[in-house]
């Protein structure tokens, strides 16, 4: 039974090789370990203030009341965000949404709780 590789992370390439431990691509010469490449995915892990795992499209709550910028009310405790989106990390904040009252927002995963 023959074991599938995977594809070069750099080019996509399928005809991808074993030497020792390492995977190597022979159109670009990319050399990985798997073992960095779960490593990395691992680390894409977006987590909210108690430890629960986010995904795109998760309802979330606020844990902790906050001041907005630019508002003159704050984002009080218990506010259900629906629908959020995973982002990369920008100062910090790495989910999108949308809160009711309050428009499009970026949120921190630590001041949330997956609901």
Known sequence: MSET???CPACACEYTYEMGEL??????????SPAE??????ENVVK????????????????????????????K???KVRNIR??????????DAKVDGFGPMKLKSSIVKKA
Not at 86 to 95: E, K, R, Y
């Open 48 to 75: 909210d203030a108690v430890g629960n795992v986010l995904a795109d499209g998760d309802t979330v709550s606020i844990v902790k009341t906050m001041k907005v910028k630019g508002s003159p009310q704050d984002l």
């Open 37 to 42: 490449e779960a490593e990395a995915a691992a």
């Open 86 to 95: 995973l982002i990369s990390p920008v100062n910090g904040h790495d989910i």
């Open 23 to 32: 995977l190597v691509c022979p159109e670009c010469a990319h050399e990985w």
């Open 77 to 79: 405790i218990g506010t």
């Open 5 to 7: 590789l995977p594809p």
